[in-house]
């Protein structure tokens, strides 16, 4: 388990599935992060995620996002690795009753930690959807810089929108 001072990073377990499966199906919580067409996830769909999450996984770890009261309130992770360039890719999902409290931060910081004191990682990435304002602040909170924009990138609610590129390099 990571620390941080409002959450924890732990290992995702059984009890987390129903919890999960609400997160992803929750058109306000990923709509302003997913590129893909956002389809309903299955539970049988989740519950395979989430068995596909353990310490063997081979270049995507994910940590279930818990505050210090123990209550799962959402996950984040390592989506791409890429060793030879010593990047990673990060992403990060809060359920939408628990925003605004800090966790998403909180849960950035700590894995922005594991990754460069635990992986060593020289460079993190992430892109957000630029109307996902509450997102772009927490990163920039945790130190991510601008470094572009992608025009007009994402098909969402009937037009397109432009996707944020931040990144944070371990020397910063």
């Not at 309903?40 to 279930?64: H, L």
């Amino acid at each position: 388990m990571y620390e941080g001072k409002l959450v924890n990073l732990r290992a995702f377990e059984r009890n987390d599935l129903e919890r999960n499966h609400a997160f992803v199906n929750d058109f306000d919580t990923v709509r302003g992060m997913a590129s893909g067409i956002l389809f309903p996830c299955s539970f049988e769909d989740e519950q395979r995620f989430m068995d596909q999450q353990s310490s063997y996984t081979r270049g995507e770890y994910q940590f279930a996002v818990e505050n210090k009261q123990g209550e799962l309130v959402g996950r984040c992770g390592i989506l791409k690795i890429d060793w030879k360039n010593s990047l990673a890719e990060l992403g990060i999902m809060i359920g939408k009753e628990n925003r605004g409290r800090g966790y998403g931060t909180d849960a950035m910081a700590v894995l922005c930690r594991f990754c460069f004191e635990e992986m060593n990682v020289r460079k993190l990435k992430l892109s957000v959807i630029a109307f996902n304002e509450a997102a772009l602040k927490c990163y920039e909170k945790c130190g991510f810089k601008r470094e572009g924009l992608l025009e007009k990138e994402v098909f969402r609610q009937s037009e397109y929108h432009d996707v944020v590129v931040l990144g944070k390099l371990r020397a910063d």
